[in-house]
């Protein structure tokens, strides 16, 4: 029995319909709720101690559902409620969930739906010099027309007093990174507030998945978050395979695993890299700059892409590993992991880095538990969350895992989590290539059902991806949601910020290094 | 400080020779080429400017890749600076994000005359996967003019060196 379920049942009693067989995969329970009662839905989640993982809308013509998905230990749940274009409101759950707060402000940009209660309606991602009636995730707005500008401005959040001063920062940054905009307020060196921008790189990518097939929106996926191409497609096509009962080959579902854990290292040796450097320690970059080099090589050589881009399709895959890789797989790593803990003695000896990284940026664990954060942000503060852990997709299910956890919530605690995931990252590698079942490596996909929707949460290096995908009347993709981790943890980088001084912020966001394109899509 | 010395002296110059990229025959030439292209016409220094204007990351992961050790751009003089006010050239990535075509517009006009521009990966030479829509305007030549395009999704750095050559030579 679903605790999740139990508590809906106990708030809700009838109130709450249980719908079988719309939501798959069969796990994931799937409930609809009178409109009125959407927030005390959201009040029997909070008792039960369940995260808010995502909430979202889709238009289902004439309706609109909104949906709130939640999670606890290995459960999720979706609450659903519906309203109508007469009354295109919903009551909005930002006081019970942090997290609420920009979902639901991007639901009223995009969708054009009001959380009634919300405390903060400025638009999100949608900008001052949009259309104001410009709803792009409504079925009747032509994404193929460019809109005209309108003028506006967007208003900030200000600080007043003696000594206040605001510094903008952005969208162009100094250093070869996405853009965003950063709005500080300080009194001296110290940091009072920090306010970010984002949606700069919106490139409409869940409206344009609902004119894809349903085999070519893999590739969709996988530029979501180029960082992150293979957890996104693997959670595409999760999600997609949950719905047409597809069989996935045992084999296909190890190579993932390989792959998706090869990403992993590569982008934790980047990224201790880059925070090692922005504490003025560029010696570890190289090193570590390099041993990721040697990885992207072994990637293009084994499997023809730097990113392994493109290699994960709803069905499996399409590159094999045969024993002479298998070989030269384990050659590198040796190689590897001998330089990284080299590398892991310096950092740790080094006075001057600890002096950067310890108490710098920290996001309590309280902080951490209410906006619902993900992956490795999580972790350093004090959560224990992974969905290889307590969701395990296959092959995770197969073996331990061990997932560390810290509880400073400082610079240094996330560069550990990625010291210690990198080092398991290696240990399940040699696992896979020798405990790989022989077999093929994909099988067919059907088209999936009309009227019924998909649902994945994979572990990507930076935390918990979620697809939740919708089969239209026809059978044709009607709403693809993305939830990417930097959704929610970019909240994470604006509680971290006050009280640190601003010259720390490159090495805070670098410890953070959220997606801007995930986010923004 | 023994332990880094040490580390530094294992690991010795990483930075493939330009006789060594035999993998990738291509290089050897560029590379030389390259090395001579920016010593005439900058004088041995090439600063670039990347701006982000839409894409998904993987095209500016690329690009980081040629300052680790094994490509290690700044042997051929090229190095990249934080304002658009000192580049010569500027290496736009992704198509063209409604959100960014104005960040985009400034940037090109910050940056003084003589100025490159090259669209690196296939989003920016077109597009690619996301085209033109109410929130992408497409490639960049959408938007402001430009002198070289690098192909790829993304681009290799060895391609990139290649491209930023051939950018050089117009
Ligand atoms: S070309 Fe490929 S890697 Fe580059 S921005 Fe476009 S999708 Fe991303």
């Known amino acids: ?521 | 400080m023994i332990r880094i010395l040490r580390q530094i002296i294992r690991t010795g110059i990483v930075t493939e020779p330009l006789e060594v990229m035999r993998a990738e025959e291509d290089i050897v030439r560029i590379s030389s080429e390259l090395e001579d292209a920016v010593k005439k016409r900058f004088r041995g220094s090439l600063a670039i400017r990347q701006v982000d204007a839409g894409s998904c990351n993987g095209c500016e992961l690329e690009i980081h890749a040629l300052n680790n050790p094994v490509y290690n751009c700044e042997r051929f003089g090229i190095h990249f600076t934080a304002s658009p006010r000192f580049a010569d050239m500027l290496l736009v990535t992704g198509p063209v994000s409604r959100n960014m075509e104005i960040a985009l517009k400034r940037t090109y006009d910050a940056t003084p005359l003589p100025k490159l521009v090259v669209a690196v990966g296939d989003c920016a030479c077109n597009g690619g996967i996301f085209g033109k829509s109410y929130a992408s305007l497409g490639g960049v030549d959408n938007v402001v003019p430009v002198d070289a395009y690098i192909s790829g999704c993304p681009p290799a750095p060895s391609v990139l060196l290649h491209g930023i050559l051939k950018a050089l030579k117009i």
């Open chain 1, 1 to 521: 029995m679903s605790m999740l379920k139990d508590a809906i049942i106990s708030e809700l009693g009838s109130d709450a319909k249980f719908l079988d067989n719309y939501q798959h995969p069969l796990s994931v329970v799937f409930c609809s709720v009178p409109k009125a009662r959407f927030l005390d839905a959201a009040k029997a989640m909070k008792k039960s101690y369940a995260f808010l993982a995502a909430e979202w809308a889709a238009e289902e013509t004439p309706w609109f559902g909104i949906f709130a998905c939640y999670r606890w230990m290995n459960e999720y749940l979706i609450v659903k409620t519906l309203t109508t274009m007469d009354d295109p409101t919903f009551p909005s759950i930002t006081k019970k969930y942090l997290p609420a707060y920009r979902f639901e402000r991007q639901i009223h940009s995009l969708m054009g739906l009001t959380p009634l209660g919300h405390p903060d309606l400025r638009p999100w991602i949608k900008f001052e010099d949009w259309p104001e009636n410009a709803y792009p995730l409504r079925k009747k707005f032509d994404a193929s027309k460019p809109m005209p500008y309108v003028k506006g401005d967007y208003e900030w959040v200000k600080a007043e007093g003696e000594g206040v001063y605001e510094i903008p920062v952005g969208p162009v940054h100094a250093g070869i990174i996405e853009p965003g905009h950063f709005r500080f307020q300080a009194v001296g060196e110290m940091v009072i507030n920090l306010e970010e921008r984002l949606g700069y790189v919106h490139k409409g990518i869940e409206k344009l998945f609902e004119s894809l097939s349903w085999q070519s929106g893999v590739r969709l996926a996988a530029r979501v978050s180029g960082d992150t191409t293979v957890a996104h497609s693997i959670a595409y096509s999760t999600a997609l395979e949950s719905m047409t009962g597809c069989v996935v080959p045992e084999r296909a579902y190890w190579l993932r695993a390989l792959f998706l854990e090869r990403e992993r290292i590569a982008n934790h040796l980047g990224d201790l890299g880059a925070i090692c450097n922005d504490a003025a320690f560029a010696f570890m970059l190289y090193q570590l700059s390099y041993l990721k080099e040697i990885m992207l090589r072994t990637n293009h050589r084994l499997f023809g892409h730097r990113f392994i881009m493109d290699r994960v399709m709803p069905g499996g895959v399409t590159v094999d590993i045969d024993e002479e890789g298998k070989r030269e797989m384990l050659a590198e790593l040796e190689r590897i992991s001998k330089d990284f803990e080299r590398l892991v003695v310096i950092y740790d000896e080094s006075s001057s880095l600890e002096d950067r990284v310890r108490e710098t940026g920290r996001l309590a664990a309280e902080q951490a538990r209410q906006i619902c954060a993900v992956g490795i942000v999580a972790r350093a503060s004090g959560l224990n969350v992974d969905c290889r852990l307590f969701n395990p997709f296959p092959p995770y299910d197969k073996f331990k895992l061990n997932v560390p956890v810290l509880i400073s919530g400082d610079v240094h605690a996330r560069a550990w989590v990625r010291v210690e995931e990198i080092r398991e990252s290696i240990r399940i590698i040699r696992f896979i290539l020798e405990s790989m079942p022989e077999g093929s490596i994909s099988g067919a996909v059907d088209k999936p059902p009309s009227n019924t929707a998909g649902f994945a949460a994979i572990e990507g290096w930076r935390g918990e991806i979620i697809y939740w995908l919708q089969a239209g009347p026809n059978g044709e993709i009607n709403r693809c949601m993305v939830r990417d981790p930097s959704a929610v943890n970019w909240l994470g980088l604006e509680q971290a910020i006050p009280d640190n001084i601003v010259p720390d912020f490159p090495l805070c966001n670098k410890s953070f290094n959220q997606s801007y394109s995930g986010h923004d899509l």
